[in-house]
């Protein structure tokens, strides 16, 4: 609930320029949360289970407590719109701006698919480890993705000159060809492997810092709380409905690596549906006057 407001307290803040590495260091700080969750789960559960709902709580308390004191809505003399739904009409439409914009939610389904592809990696990638022993090695999945998200958010500002959408294009589709790799090739060096992980990991939800300022650049200053909300709702939506039926596939197949082929086409779906939220450029093309008989 958290992260919808926290999206519009960095937009107030960058407005212009840098404003994918503001989300990165912020989609950073959320993957490296996943490196914390991993640690923990695995020293934890050997011990008593009931610390995972027990020790996390205070690292929570202790962020509460930071951001209450250091964090301001906005930078000092910044124009504070107050309006309610009654003196500003604009109020009342922002659901039709929102559900009107088919690229907006071209987009929501591009990062649902991404959110299904990383989540079905953070779930399951310990079991296929587990068999083999080497389940600290999907440690560096998380470490990977905390790494991929500052780097793409400094990528689509500076390579990619803040076009956020081929910026994910890309890093979604070498998510998926790094998941056919890893299922493809027979890799017996504990190090190649831990480097496709990590690789994985930063392609899978790196991509993820260049969704959030999408809501910002597509929708206006306006609809940028309910925007990153509805993104947000369908990411959560998608890999909620993701995992079961993984799971249900692991079942059926007996097989933990089938996660990597249907990774990579999760991955490869999140590539082509943000390419239908590209704007059409305008023909170039010339009209070639007929002359007059």
């Known amino acids: 609930m958290a992260w919808a407001p926290g999206s519009r307290i960095i937009a107030n803040w960058w407005h212009n320029g840098n404003r994918g590495l503001a989300y990165g260091l912020y989609t950073m700080s959320a993957g490296l949360s996943s490196v914390v969750t991993y640690l923990f789960s695995i020293l934890l559960v050997e011990s008593d289970w009931r610390n995972l709902f027990r020790i996390p709580v205070l690292f929570l308390a202790v962020a509460v407590v930071i951001f209450f004191i250091f964090v301001r809505n906005a930078p000092a003399g910044a124009s504070r719109q107050e309006s309610t739904a009654e003196d500003n009409p604009l109020m009342k439409e922002t659901w039709t701006v929102i559900t009107g914009n088919y690229r907006f939610l071209a987009v929501c389904l591009a990062l649902g698919f991404q959110s299904m592809a990383r989540y079905a990696l ?43 959408m081929l910026s994910i294009f890309s890093g979604m589709t070498a998510c998926a060809i790094l998941a056919m790799l890893i299922y493809l090739i027979d890799i017996q060096s504990g190090l190649v492997t831990g480097m496709l992980i990590f690789c994985a990991g930063f392609f899978a939800y790196g991509p993820q ?61 999140s590539a082509l549906t943000i390419l239908c939220a590209m704007p059409r450029r305008p023909s170039t093309g010339k009209t070639i006057p007929i002359p007059a008989l």
Do not use: C, H
């Not at 083999?132 to 793409?152: R, Y």
């Open 122 to 164: 953070i779930f399951w990638l310990p079991l296929y480890f587990l068999q083999s022993g080497a389940v600290w090695t999907s440690l560096l999945l998380p470490i990977g993705m905390a790494a991929g998200a500052i780097s793409f958010g400094v990528i689509s500002d500076k390579l990619f000159r803040q076009n956020r």
């Open 209 to 269: 810092a260049n969704f959030w300022p999408l809501a910002q650049e597509m929708l206006g200053q306006r609809y940028v709380g309910t925007g990153t909300g509805v993104m947000n709702m369908s990411a959560y939506i998608f890999a909620a409905i993701g995992e079961p039926l993984l799971g249900k596939l692991i079942d059926i197949t007996g097989n933990k690596a089938v996660i990597f082929p249907t990774v990579a086409i999760i991955a490869l779906f």
